[in-house]
């Protein structure tokens, strides 16, 4: 019979066998299972944060900072991670701005983490940043320097610091950058502490933008649209500056219900039927097809006229024969309607699209409205009359800027911008804007012959409350009714003015609009104010964007005393003459008398009289001279010489 095992072998044996399960089940954990549970203890260990990257700066294109992010930061050390605690205590002090000794007492405390919360600059932390053992905790916060200034238009940030609305939205892309990850260590706890023997993924900074806003216009055109709007007892207004020759935008101003600089709406979104501001457009089509002459004449039917279609034009200022310039000087409906029956529908159509109209100008700014321009498949037989005086066609005040800023650059559309220059986040350029012409639309004769019809509304038209006494302005008023609910509302108008500053090679394009002005609303008495006060306000600014020499040079051309030093440099010129080439005729005619006119009316009545004009002098003033003397026969094209009272002092 088998002997029993012993009770001393079954509990070896159970111990074997429990010796056994556990390095089985450690096998597993280890072999099988390794990966897994070395993870778990990772992940309970560490965590992945994100790190912020810096949002880029917006500068206006004199450098003024008009959003900034400003950085600061906390400083973390690790003491057990420092290579050497010596060396390291002199530089923490510094950076930290405590005493060597205090800074020396803490490291040696034997804490797992230290930090200082500061908030310290970059300046005084830099020299920590490659230091083993220390870590810069980086905070950012967005800041505006000027917060006054166009909020609007400049924009904010969303709860995740992203652009929400403004420019800050428009260039978020571009001014975001991308943010990194570092990975942190928990203790028992649950406290967090960063680890230097861990990897970190760097942020990328947001790349600066500078803008080709002035700080200061910007901030000018704002007051002034304010008080205008205040003063017209309006709903709103729109402010447009632009640099004719580059297409550089200089100041973007809106007002709406007590708010001001808001840029998403009716500056670049959305468009208005312009009014007399597009009598321009019109009389532009006819001189580059060749249709009319500045001194062609019109009978303006002494304000009243009914056409054959049976429809009614009336003008604000009665006129019985009008010149094309003298059309555009008192804004005669009736005048432009019937002179724009000399240009085909086709001729008039693309005069209009090549000023831009019915299109994006390409603004970097989401939401840009391309206005309406219909098709001539679908005009109506009242169509050209009503595009000539401005109305079936809609425009943003920015297309307004635009399209003006063909007759200053002598005939050039360009391409509006508003970023002048994107640096990365060492200071290299990554872009920089060139002018970018769009085409040619009028030759430099026709752009020439518009702009002084439109220092003839200035001077003695309807926009002589935009004309200042220091140069010359030229431009053009505007008033249309608006469009209500898809109705044009009886007592509801846009009041408008457009602007070249000075008349002779603009510097500025300034576009004036108040919406629903009380009492006086027409652009004369509503819009042309601002104008003048926004330039008066430039003037007087020395930061403002205006070249001064140039604006210097032709002040001394204007000017009508000075002795004879002035005398001895007024200027000699010969007076473009609106028929085109001189043709003498056989027939001679009586040279009219223009001594003791002003220079302006000198010349309008020699260029009806079929004369050529030689000017002698500054161009303002009165006339002291002229030869032939009044009352000689000449040939038509024959050249009268005048001078005015600048020139007689020599």
Do not use: C
Not at 98 to 107: K, M, N, S
Not at 175 to 186: D, E, K, Y
Not at 190 to 205: H, I, T
Not at 612 to 618: C, K, P, S
């Amino acid at each position: 019979m088998a002997k029993a095992p012993s009770r001393l072998t079954l509990i070896g044996g159970a111990f074997v066998l429990v010796a056994l399960a556990v390095v089985g089940r450690a096998a597993q954990l280890q072999l099988g299972q390794g990966e897994q549970w070395r993870a778990r203890a990772a992940a309970q260990q560490t965590v992945r944060v994100s790190l912020p990257a810096r949002r880029g700066t917006l500068y206006d294109r004199t450098g003024v900072p008009l959003a900034v992010s400003q950085e600061t930061y906390a400083v973390g050390v690790s003491p057990r991670d420092l290579d050497d605690v010596a060396p390291a205590v002199p530089i923490l002090a510094q950076a930290l701005g405590l005493p060597a000794q205090r800074v020396a007492a803490q490291l040696a405390a034997r804490r797992v983490w230290m930090e200082w919360p500061g908030p310290f600059t970059w300046t005084r932390v830099a020299p920590l940043k490659r230091m083993r053992g220390v870590t810069l905790m980086r905070r950012l916060e967005r800041f505006y320097p000027r917060p006054e200034l166009a909020s609007g238009l400049i924009g904010r940030l969303d709860v995740r610091g992203r652009g929400a609305s403004g420019l800050e939205r428009a260039f978020d892309s571009l001014l975001a950058g991308r943010g990194g990850t570092a990975v942190m260590i928990r203790d028992p706890v649950g406290r967090l502490y960063p680890s230097p023997s861990r990897p970190v993924a760097e942020a990328v900074d947001g790349a600066d933008v500078v803008l080709t806003l002035d700080a200061e216009l910007q901030d000018i055109a704002d007051r002034a649209l304010r008080q205008g709007v205040a003063d017209a007892g309006a709903s709103g207004g729109d402010v447009v500056i632009v640099q004719p020759e580059t297409g550089e935008i200089l100041a973007l101003a809106s007002a709406r219900a007590g708010s001001t600089g808001a840029v998403g709406g009716t500056l670049v979104g959305d468009a208005f039927e312009p009014g007399s501001t597009a009598k321009p457009f019109a009389a532009a089509a006819l001189l580059r097809a060749g249709r009319a002459t500045p001194i062609d004449t019109v009978f303006a039917e002494n304000g009243m006229w009914t056409d054959e279609r049976g429809r009614r034009i009336h003008d604000t200022h009665p006129s019985a024969v009008l010149t094309l310039a003298d059309v555009i000087r008192v804004s005669s409906n009736i005048g432009i309607a019937k002179l724009a029956r000399r240009l085909t529908h086709v001729e008039e159509y693309e005069a209009l699209r090549d000023f831009g109209f019915g299109t994006p100008t390409g603004i970097e700014l989401p939401g840009e409205s391309g206005g309406t321009l219909r098709a001539v498949r679908r005009w109506t037989d009242e169509s050209a009359a009503s595009l000539a005086m401005g109305y079936e066609l809609a425009v943003t005040p920015l297309q307004l800027a635009a399209a003006y800023g063909v007759f200053a650059n002598g005939g050039v559309l360009l391409e509006p911008a508003l970023v002048r220059e994107v640096r990365d986040a060492e200071g290299a350029v990554r872009s920089r804007h060139r002018t970018r012409p769009v085409r040619r639309v009028l030759s430099e004769r026709a752009a020439a012959q518009v702009t002084n019809m439109l220092m003839g509304v200035v001077e003695e038209g309807t926009g002589r409350r935009a004309a200042l006494g220091t140069y010359p302005v030229a431009g053009k008023t505007g008033t249309s009714r608006r469009v209500v609910a898809g109705r044009y509302r009886e007592g509801r108008y846009w009041a408008s003015f457009v602007g070249l500053f000075p008349a002779v090679n603009p510097q500025l394009v300034l576009v004036v609009k108040i919406d629903d002005p009380s009492g006086d609303y027409f652009g004369g008495a509503a819009a042309a104010p601002v104008t003048r006060a926004i330039l008066e306000a430039a003037l007087a600014t020395p930061a403002v964007t205006l070249d001064r020499t140039r604006l210097a040079r032709r002040r001394l051309d204007d000017a009508p005393e000075g002795g004879v030093a002035a005398a001895a440099a007024a200027p000699t010129a010969v007076v473009p003459w609106p028929l085109g080439e001189a043709v003498a005729d056989s027939q001679p005619r009586a040279v009219p008398s223009v001594t003791g006119l002003d220079v302006r009316a000198a010349v309008r009545a020699l260029h009806q009289g079929g004369f050529r004009v030689r000017l002698v002098g500054a161009p303002r003033g009165a006339v002291t001279a002229m030869s032939p003397e009044a009352g000689a026969a000449a040939p038509r094209g024959s050249l009268i010489t005048i001078r005015t009272g600048a020139a007689d002092a020599r």
